[in-house]
């Protein structure tokens, strides 16, 4: 086999370790920004649905930038991959900047197009945190970037530790500029504004080392390489466009469920954190199985690439058992101390158990599976059920669900759990057939 045993646990502990600290630290977020008030968590829940949308776009060129170098080093042409992590920084900044300059000229209109009409002190709340996050997006990018560029040659561990101090000093300014200098959601996104400078910056530094495999200097050098960036895109795109119509897809629902009560808002806004951390150990496996059948796809080891697939989905599945029995054991007390009203506490409960569920019988095989045939290259076929399961499912029938017969917050997630369904069904079936091994990523 191409990795060994310790290889693979030396890249999956620190993702899935860095996956579960950045879940952990989300719901502290949340409980702080909660104190607050309701309208506060709304606030923040609301532009948190814009900001994950830009968050997808750039994990998308990154994951491009994963298979691209992976797939160069499983050929054993490092200096290659060197390069296609210059194009992908690159890529990732002028993207980020451009959505930076958009999203502060334009963030009224936009939260009143998404979202309609919300009481006026969620959307004074709301265009605050927007502006300060918003400026956040150029360092996203380069976080993203630098940590994809580690996790192509299996080193997890840095962006590991890196992420783990982020978190700490975003929680920490959040204490301080919420609880002692009373800045509400304004002091909660400086926070994660300062901590997302920090992690760009000492990532950047640290894949300047002459000692890893694939680095990144000379930044003032870098120049375009049509081809390159054109494979990259051609692998990131299809990703991309996956993520942006899946994230449309939850803007679209989350307008409907700013029509619902504030303790309703609330309730699905901390569901969706603590699904997060249901999810975050398995996607840190996903995000591993992209290295890997990388580099056994670039190496022409086709066998092997189909046996981690199964390995590792029967790992994700084991992960998701531990994670989702430890979050519905633990929501009760995660309500009480988040100060939340009785209705808003009772229906977050009911709704981390429907979920719990759902995730045990669809998730691996609807999100975690896709990722080994995206790493042989196989994006657009992802990205074509993935939107059609978004809109039928995931938009169509919550609409259906919630405004058609009033069955209410339920059924957003009732929705989303028949969106799981299909897609897992048809990534099981396109992963028999094996069509997924036909593709190419390189040239040559």
Request: with cysteine.
């Amino acid at each position: 086999m191409l990795f060994t045993r310790r290889q693979i646990l030396s890249l999956l502990l620190p993702l899935m370790l860095e996956q579960l600290l950045s879940g952990l630290m989300g719901i502290a977020d949340t409980m702080m920004v909660t104190a607050v008030g309701e309208s506060a968590i709304s606030a923040v829940s609301l532009v948190d649905a814009v900001n994950v949308l830009m968050l997808n776009l750039l994990s998308a060129l990154a994951a491009g930038g994963v298979i691209v170098c992976s797939q160069y080093l499983g050929r054993g042409e490092a200096p290659k991959a060197a390069n296609a992590a210059r194009q992908v920084l690159l890529v990732s900044l002028g993207l980020s900047l451009a959505a930076m300059g958009v999203c502060l000229l334009l963030r009224r209109p936009l939260l009143g197009l998404i979202f309609g009409a919300v009481e006026p002190a969620v959307m004074e709340q709301a265009l605050d945190y927007f502006f300060i996050t918003a400026l956040s997006y150029p360092f996203l990018a380069a976080q993203q970037t630098a940590a994809a560029v580690f996790r192509a040659e299996g080193r997890s561990a840095p962006p590991m530790a890196v992420a783990a101090v982020a978190n700490a000093v975003n929680i920490a300014g959040n204490a301080v500029l919420i609880f002692v200098f009373h800045q509400g959601v304004a002091g909660a996104a400086l926070s994660t504004l300062f901590s997302r400078v920090l992690s760009a910056v000492v990532l950047l530094a640290l894949l300047r080392s002459p000692k890893l495999t694939v680095s990144i200097r000379d930044y003032r050098k870098i120049r375009p390489d049509r081809a390159v960036i054109g494979t990259v895109l051609r692998v990131g795109v299809p990703t991309g466009v996956e993520n942006a119509m899946f994230q449309l897809g939850k803007l679209m629902v989350q307008s409907t469920v700013a029509t619902f009560s504030t303790a309703a808002i609330a309730a699905h806004a901390m569901a969706q954190t603590l699904d997060m951390v249901q999810s975050m150990p398995s996607l840190a496996i996903g995000l591993g199985l992209l290295t890997v059948v990388g580099q056994c796809m670039g190496a022409g080891r086709v066998d092997e690439a189909r046996t981690y697939i199964k390995r590792f989905c029967l790992l994700s599945e084991g992960a998701m058992l531990v994670m989702s029995t430890l979050v519905v054991a633990s929501t009760p007390l995660v309500t009480r101390i988040s100060r939340m009203s009785p209705e808003s506490a009772g229906l977050t409960f009911h709704l981390v158990l429907l979920v719990s569920a759902g995730k045990l019988a669809f998730w691996v095989l609807a999100f975690t599976l896709p990722q080994g045939m995206r790493a042989a290259g196989d994006v657009r076929f992802a990205a074509a059920v993935s939107a059609a399961s978004m809109w039928i499912f995931r938009v169509g029938l919550c609409l259906l669900l919630c405004r058609g017969f009033g069955v209410g917050l339920y059924g957003v997630w009732i929705a989303w759990l028949v969106d799981w369904l299909f897609r897992a069904a048809v990534y099981v079936l396109r992963f028999r057939r094996g069509k997924w091994t036909g593709f190419r990523v390189l040239a040559g």
